[in-house]
């Protein structure tokens, strides 16, 4: 497995081995043994989740303040631009952010967003699937959304592939990072 590091200490860009020929390709999405020693991590998984988006649909900045989760994500049909920000009140790198594009022209690149991180992507194909795999359980009573661009992040979204994003209610009404609850 390549292990590429970001910008974010501990977010990484994960690229494991692919076996392909002209049928196609082969690849383990996780492997525990092969994640831990390329990663020296040995996160737990309990939940694996799909979801599917129009292009310009931005999910996002969601976290939760309790019962954190790490999440390994990937695409496995489209292109989105996908981003982690750090929101451990605590953290010398608190309110930067990293992002990757992610889609099925690599569908073996995968983004690992440790606990304690806003996670966000934007679609920017005509529809794309995004599959991930949490750490804890999702807890809708300890759920926070931050602004999705609030300018003290300043986080630099490919808009002018899709022009204004789409989003929900609870997106359209995220805090400023300065005005939300964060994790400890």
Known sequence: MNVIQTALPGVLILEPKVFGDTRGFF??????????????????????????????????????????????????????????????????????????????????????????????????????DFAYKATDYYAPEYERCIRWNDPDIGIEWPLEEVGDPLLSEKDRVGLPLKDAEVCS
């Open 27 to 128: 690849l383990e999405s996780y492997n525990a043994r092969v994640f831990g020693e390329a990663t020296g991590l040995d996160p737990v998984f309990v939940q694996d989740n799909h979801s599917r988006s129009a292009r310009g649909v931005l999910r996002g900045l969601h976290y939760q303040i309790r019962q954190t989760q790490g999440k390994l994500v990937r695409v496995t049909h489209g292109r989105v631009f996908d981003v982690a920000v750090d929101v451990r009140r605590n953290s010398p790198h608190f309110g930067r952010w990293a992002g990757v594009e992610l889609s099925d022209d690599m569908p073996y690149r995968m983004f690992w967003i440790p606990p304690g991180f806003a996670h966000a992507f934007l679609v920017l194909s005509e529809s794309a």
